[in-house]
């Protein structure tokens, strides 16, 4: 990011040349930053509500940390997902204020507790108790990005009066990731009681026949509830990502 | 078979020199009747409690009509599944007493109404109204089977309470037979409300992303309920004869 | 559904006894109405805010139009999806208020024009003139439920200037259904672009290895844009429908 | 579970106010017991006949334990499947009664030694001595489960006299449960062979084309014999749960 | 290929100066025929100990009946495989010495009987009736390529009784060729009880999960008997052809 | 286009104030037009080098037409790809210029003869006659891009002699283009043969097995040649576009 | 086995009572050994000309060692497949004899030289020096099974002249074994230049799209000549089994 | 390859009895070097322009060692591809002129720098930063055969804007290789910016439904751009060969 260009741009808001809106909108194309192994996207906080996420698959603990320095300066929180521990344990020596969550492999490094900017609550079930990485991942996430959350763990199908049981929950919910491996059959029966919308996430959980996680993830695409979409398996993040996209107020300036 | 043997064994029991139970058993190990295109295997009654079955894809109308005329002859009862209805038309000329089905393209002829030999009642459950015709073979198969059967249509996952209202039928079976397709989750549900086997049949209703059925086959096999086992896709026929053999009594002498 | 019941639950909220809110909560649970091949959802425009839709594909035009019959006594609106041609006819001609649209394969038929209750704009895109048909199936059922729709077709990725040049409707819209085949990949280019949610529709365009909308799906479940969920392929239907229940006020109330 | 309110029911049993039918009855709805991580479905043993049972994969150590601790207080046995030998080493530590059965990966913990309920014996056979794992693991649970239980290994078709020595066994069988790699062809072999249920279980042994196991269940799904139904890849647990429910009484109280 | 240069050879050969072996090793490497829409490959019998065989599928009438035209000049037998009964139309009128099998689609033209080269029977065993198409086109192309055949149909593994009555024509033969569908486990029980080679043919009877003929082919291609090899999927000519091959004289002189 | 903004320019031109050079850099941003049911890419030309090709499977006749109409006033040549012949008829009663060849379902309409542009010879190589459709809409893309054209058939790697007695030709190219079906094997052949880039295009010609080409392009992804690079089943246009793209000079100026 | 019967037997045979051949024929069904964990198949070498081969996968090596006792007193030759090295260990300790091939993990155990029994030479290809494991399973196989065996390795076909150089080898083999992985081209170039039968192994040598082998697999399934038989991925072991089958003499008494 | 044939040649050339265009010609058909375990195709530098490179995977080191010694006395460079890190140890340890390159997998050897022979310059663009092994396996490899190479990495279509930005780069070069993982859609966009080839390469990045990269490659191979050819997962050495021999003059002498 160019600083000398922003500072310009600033000082003409200052002096009233320049409205917040427009200033807004011009800082939505800023250029990104090149540090070679990336270019990263400063501006994507700007333009989608949020800052980039690294993806911390594929990428030495040096490449994550570079990426990251670079955020830290500029972002209020930064998320590393899909992150080894061994890879975290530098960063989070770096810098103390990251939090490494082993079993969803996710790293959250946060200025500030995040303002709560969701409309309602995004309710999390979870079908089993060994989805509950996913289920982790998604929650996490989900307050990251602003949001009032609550998770409800091992509510599968063959115990259909456990679920039930939930239902005020359910029905007050404003958006509901539901995460379910071996038949994820869950997604379609929340689905049926709500009219809000319902993330499916697919997990990996299970074997043989649930080849890791693809029977689930067939049968949410084929849920006969249609207020279901689905996301990649074991995408606890992009499921909460989806949620908090669609519990941000719209139009913005007036919720 | 060769009716001389059969005749000299059936003097011998009438004799008093053979005991009933001693000739059924022997009958177990008749040929079977070599009639070129086919081995028609005649003792399969006296085997397995029940004739040979017709598969009827892939046959021409006239091999179907030259192992029917043999096991006319031998049978109480001959099915014929898959079978077009441009090969039934002729089969029902020729012997009137046969039942061609169109939906589920199942032709029954039978010498006399089958006589109830299950334990309890059948119930076959559809997910939705186009899961019809498997319901149908199924329901139709384990009627010729012997068995008392009842059916339920349209009561899939998306709207739980329809198929809560049955839960004192559905507690009552002594088998059950679940179609389903789409995201296939039906049997998992019904299932986790009985302690009694149920049999799912994954079906070909769906579109895109069901593979055919494959979508609804790799859900049911992933059942997080365990007193499930599967049969092959749209396979209504199969399930209600897994279905009736379960639901025979054993020992079979002292039912 | 009992209508008794519902006149002295409608005469005790004339006389004030009831609530109107505790009436339509009361009335969430009213039971469903049972025509043998089916059971028909009639409070699920009460629990979904939408009536149950009919699933056109491998039911007989009896079997559909007894359905419907109920169904128009009730609802104000009712879609059959996937309803060939043929089956249509009888079906247009006993309700011609039912409006049959060939291409999309769908029937509408409604009492009279929805009201508005959509907070903002549903933008459909479609990459490609051959995938039309799937984005007039989500403008339809977007537009029967009541939200305000804006269709652009023919925007792929390899003239990503022509995408580039709706950069302000893209931005303004509160919801986005992105349908495109072959490879799938206008979704993630969307969702960079903004921060609100992106339904992904796979279409079935393609041949080879596009292996009748597989690659797309697949490409559109990998989107490294997180605000994309996704539907099953040529489920323009479906994408509509999550579409508008992101799109409904929420909470109810003061929306 | 509320143990005042069983408390409460039983006074009234012993008072000859309420039946045993009735209070069994009015107990399979009593609630399940959460405890955050987990929803444990005390009653599903007067709902099932069976309870629940702990899938070990993808759980801690820590948390089989806790849900394991609960059960004990409630249940007669527990079964913890797939289980790593380094998380069953603390839970044999603690309750010493646990047996943990290494090569099937099964923990079993029972207060006393199962009775006998089954009607039958359940016949277990296994193609070759590779399959013999799935095959103790269908042992142990359909024996956990009261079931008189006999096992015949490495009686594959490539030398089928093998098999055909065994036929009296088979023969006399409630129940059989055929375990098998590679070409699956076992249970068509031997479900051609009587007339009771065949529980098919496709096991992973094999390579190449075998993809751990679906060449198997593809062939079991296919079988010409129909008295055959098909469970999860070396679900050897699941066809003896299956299993163990055909052999139970029915209908319940006159066996 | 080149008349003038084979008459010359033939005439050396005539006058002794070359030796028939001489001769016939040059011919192996005389040209083809370019023919512009194909190469035909005279020397194939050569080589190859039979003509180049024609793929019907995908060419045109005109197309096939071009490369006959030029094949009939050169050779004794000329196979058309594939060939839809409109094709094979203009080609018996034209040459009526052919004759075309409509179930297998397999045209055969031929000057003479062909001699019998094969050193024993290829026995064809096909499990069900509805492989005779794929076995007469075994049974038909072994005949065409000189060996003595015989066809056993109807002998599927679900009663293994009537497969065991052919125990000796099965040991007796020089080479086997299984054809099945469905789970396709013939092939492997026939396997065990010879130490001759076994081709399997998958065929695609079966519906639902035999996915086309792709159960049967991983069963058969995961057989737990070694003497088995595979072709291809309904490829009943390949599987002749690879047995004649397997039929022939090995050193060729002195057999 | 516009017209006036395109004389305008031009005019500058002419006039000497704006260079050859700048005038089509600034073309190549010329926006598109839009008919509503497509977005016509007219400056692709002058981008890419050729026209936008119209992608004729799913889209009607009148819609090809109406996208064709405007295509025509502004192009030297048109491609409509995938037409079935029902809809080619009525293109070309009104544009008689263009040819339609129904094998490869290809309407080429052209104001002139191509000139040649290409550096060298693309010889277009089937295993087959069966693969000719392919390499016909291969040969007829790459004249109408300026190439020139060879095309030789039926040379598959079962008569290897074939192949090699067109060494000198194969040597000889500029690009290869390789069509083959079936075990798809040609193009490693090939490639093996020259240094020049070669590009494989799997057909679908086989059965059973081939999985409609499948089977052939994952050979062509596995050449252990390197100079391979593989297009979708069946596209032999799009492999004719891609060799065209290489066979042009580069840099453009000096060649 | 029974040792009294055998000798019983022979002394029968030594008084001329019962000839070689009958008391060859009876002794074909005697029945097999019962060690718990397996059924020894002792006859097998009668039966089949070969002992049952030990699959070393999925067995332990207390498993495998008790099965392998029990055969070194029987046989003359025992192999263990897919033996890993650890387990290899104990039993090379025990039979010094033993030797054990860490490339192909194969263990071959033999009383003394097998004598040559086969008619003519295997020839093993292998396409790539990586290819060479496979080989040398195929080439210890045949030479235990009394072949002579030729192996030629690194003869691709991206280099087809190496291949061509041994055109003498190829054409004089008996069998030929070809194993390739990648684009599994090689038995199809080499099945066209012979008339004898090919066995084709793919190999799962490769990434990516060769999917484990299954590219190989797939080409080889379709090869356009049709002299070619396939077996499982990296079943060098089962190709040499197959080839030797073929390799002997027919009928067995005048070779 | 034979020194003394070699000599005798240029013997002649230097005479002038042959001219460098024949001896050159001649040279192409030298014999490959037999060493048992490879046969090393040295005129392959003269037949292709490049030597045999070494696929390192499934080969050990000593039979990388022994093959690399007999090149390094022949060739200016070697390549081994995909070689564990501990198989490269001994390598470089021989010899020091090797270098290796973990993250790629790749070794390197080179007598001396190489010369540029390509026409323009190769850009290699990756989608991701987890993308950089696969591009840094590509730039090694066409820096390696002559090829002025520049990177960029990071620029993946969810922030359209940074691959923008780099337009000027894209349209200045010659070959283009777009790496990508996840939903594999960079290709497609690059593409439709260019008229020059873009070889696309799929890469295993991602997780899920990326099926190990299967997503990747079935959106390249579906691209609506149609100068796009792909290459096997991860393959950055096949789509940098293939550049390079797209990028090489032609014809060789006036370039």
């Known amino acids: 990011m160019d600083p000398q260009r922003l500072r310009a741009l600033l000082a003409r808001?200052?002096?009233?040349?320049?409205?917040?809106?427009?200033?807004?909108e011009s800082l939505r194309h800023l250029p990104y930053e090149d540090i070679e192994i990336a270019h990263i996207d400063h501006h994507r906080t700007l333009r989608k509500g949020f800052p980039e996420v690294i993806f911390g698959e594929g990428k030495s603990a040096g490449q994550v940390a570079a990426i990251m320095a670079r955020m830290v300066e500029q972002e209020k929180v930064v998320l590393v997902t899909r992150l080894a521990a061994d890879k975290a344990a530098p960063l989070t020596a770096r810098w103390p204020e990251a939090v490494y969550h082993p079993d969803p492999r996710l790293l959250v490094w946060r200025r500030s507790p995040p303002a709560i900017v969701g409309r309602g609550t995004i309710l999390i079930l979870a079908a089993g108790t060994s989805d509950l990485a996913v289920a982790q991942e998604a929650a996490l996430t989900a307050e990251a990005m602003g949001n009032r959350v609550e998770t409800v763990v091992d509510v599968g199908v063959a115990g259909i009066h456990r679920l039930l049981a939930y239902r005020e929950r359910i029905?007050?919910?404003a958006v509901?990731?539901?995460?379910?491996?071996?038949?994820?059959a869950l997604p379609?029966?929340?689905?049926?009681m709500v009219e809000r919308p319902v993330i499916a996430v697919p997990t990996s959980v299970g074997y043989g026949t649930s080849l890791g996680g693809l029977a689930a993830l067939l049968a949410m695409l084929n849920s006969c509830a249609s207020n279901v979409a689905v996301v990649n398996i074991d995408n606890g993040f992009g499921a909460a990502y989806m949620a908090s996209a669609i519990n941000r107020p719209y139009p913005q300036t007036n919720d």
Chains 1, 2, 3, 4, 5, 6, 7, 8 share one sequence.
């Open 13 to 24: 808001v200052a002096a009233g040349e320049v409205t917040v809106a427009e200033a807004a």
């Open 171 to 173: 029905m007050a919910a």
């Open 176 to 184: 509901l990731v539901v995460a379910a491996g071996m038949e994820g």
């Open 188 to 192: 379609s029966v929340v689905a049926g």
